[in-house]
Nanobody, 127 residues
């Protein structure tokens, strides 16, 4: 069973930075797609960024392009999300997600293509 644990959330002022991490365990990750999603109060869960575990593929939502960077560390079985120039509208619970289906077999922006989810970490950006 895949286990995903997020960390790094918190409260930051607009314009600030945070780095989220997701520790993954439970199986061997190869060409899996790993993603970060977020859900603000009263809104649907949406993709933030996704990465191909083995490298060579990333996806970013338009709203975060140029501000957020997703990366992976295969040796530590973690993925990270570096968030810069944060805005109040980035406030949400951020979730790590994984799917065993290969990167080229899923739509990285579609939350329904992901099988495993972490418990989420709160990010709050004050204005």
């Amino acid at each position: 069973q895949v286990h995903l644990v997020e960390s790094g959330g918190g409260l930051v002022e607009a314009g600030g930075s945070l780095r989220l991490s997701c520790a993954a365990s439970g199986r061997t990750f190869r060409n899996d797609a790993m993603g970060w999603f977020r859900q603000a109060p009263g809104k649907e869960r949406e993709v933030v960024a996704a990465i191909r575990w083995s490298g060579g593929g990333t996806y970013y939502a338009d709203s975060v392009k140029g501000r957020f960077t997703i990366s992976g560390d295969n040796a530590k079985n973690t993925i990270s999300l570096q968030m810069n120039s944060l805005k109040p509208e980035d406030t949400a619970v951020y979730y790590c997600a994984a799917t065993s289906r290969g990167w080229f077999l899923v739509r990285p922006e579609d939350l329904h293509d992901y099988d495993d989810w972490g418990q989420g970490t709160q990010v709050t950006v004050s204005s």
